[in-house]
């Protein structure tokens, strides 16, 4: 069964969001970690490695967590708010995408600038300063507007940040800054906290090792897929041509030691599934 094209929606808060990470975090996070055995993972088409993010990031979902998300209607379980700032009111909530982005709340940080890009970095080109703001910091989203490469606009994470260069998670691509200038914003949305996205990875190769990508079990969901549960053991439930229900065992995964000890500050329960 062929999967169909799909690409990783990153954008924080987003209602299509479908992804913590883009694929090249992950091939980096997983390049870097040498007790992996990579070959199945390498083994895997774009378009499938793709597919095993998303499935990731939903499996996420189901967990339970502390907090409340930061929009209403985004996708995914992060951002949010910690326990403390809601018990505390230290935090604004949207109902939309839209509303988080509103002019009304975001903080100029340049506008009309002359910022360059080069290698997922933005670079203000008259050496002025234009990034030497307090409130940037590593994590938070900015809004970016005005350059001629649609991919140069929009919302980005700040991985790392001096006076004259700030550094983004995302992909970039080189570009010198129209003559128009361009506009940058910072929101209001918090950071995706840096575990979350190592936990998705980590549960992204966790499905490619437990066989659930590999051919055999990929024919073998041909039937309609009633439910996927993860708790200690991987189990997928499915319908058979007689609308009667079967479950198969995909592979014993342990206890998700690595999942739960980056999420431990964040989960109420390490049970989940997916239905």
Known sequence: MAIPSVEL?????????????SLAEAEDYLGN?????????NNLSEVDKKYCLI????MLNSFTYRGIKVVQDQALA???YTNFEVITYDYSTWYSFEDVLDDSALDVVVTDGNINISSNTFIDADNSGAFDNDNLKIGKVIKVEGYSNANNNGLFS??????NELEVFEDLTDETAPSSGIDIYLTQIPMIPIEVKKAQIELAFQ???????LDEVKNEME???RGISLDGVMYVTYYNTSNSVGSKLLHNIGTLDKVYLYLHNWLASIGGRVV
């Open 9 to 21: 929606v990153t954008t924080p808060a987003y209602k299509y969001s479908n992804s913590y990470v």
């Open 33 to 41: 970690h040498t007790r992996y055995d990579l070959t199945n993972w």
């Open 55 to 58: 499935f990731s990031a939903f």
């Open 78 to 80: 992060f951002p949010r």
């Open 158 to 163: 700040i991985k790392s940040v001096s006076p």
């Open 207 to 213: 499905v490619v090792q437990n066989k659930i990508m």
């Open 223 to 225: 039937q309609n897929i």
